[in-house]
């Protein structure tokens, strides 16, 4: 039993290496979304607790799922914070400075009438 906890924790520890070093060689500096990282770093830690506190695979099965939806939401909820954060300074810099952003362009038509 206890190789089979050792078998598991090696196999996460080796997915999230490969997560982690798969993301690094990318050219696109986008990254891992914070809800990524919450699914990956909950169902790590759900599995683990879940295989330790029932000492059966099925456990950490259930941990994992369980702490990767968790981790999920968590990320998620940071995310939007993180957004509203941003916005609300980017309305207070537009209002601070009022004649330094454009949202709107004006476009003329003129007409032009020729005599012959």
């Known amino acids: 039993m206890k190789k089979l906890m050792l078998y598991m924790c090696f196999l996460i520890g080796l997915m999230l290496s490969f997560s982690i ?38 456990g950490a099965l259930v941990g994992g799922a369980l702490g990767a939806g968790g981790g999920y939401i968590i990320g998620n909820e940071a995310r939007r914070r993180e957004e509203k954060r941003k916005r609300a300074a980017r309305i207070a810099w537009r209002r601070a400075h009022p004649h330094h952003h454009y949202t709107t362009t004006k476009t003329t038509v003129t007409k032009t009438t020729t005599y012959h």
């Open 21 to 58: 070093n798969a993301n690094a060689q990318t050219t696109q500096k986008k990254g891992i979304s914070k809800q990524g990282k919450g699914a990956i770093i909950g169902g790590a830690g759900g599995a683990i607790a879940g295989g330790l506190i029932t000492h059966s695979a099925g």
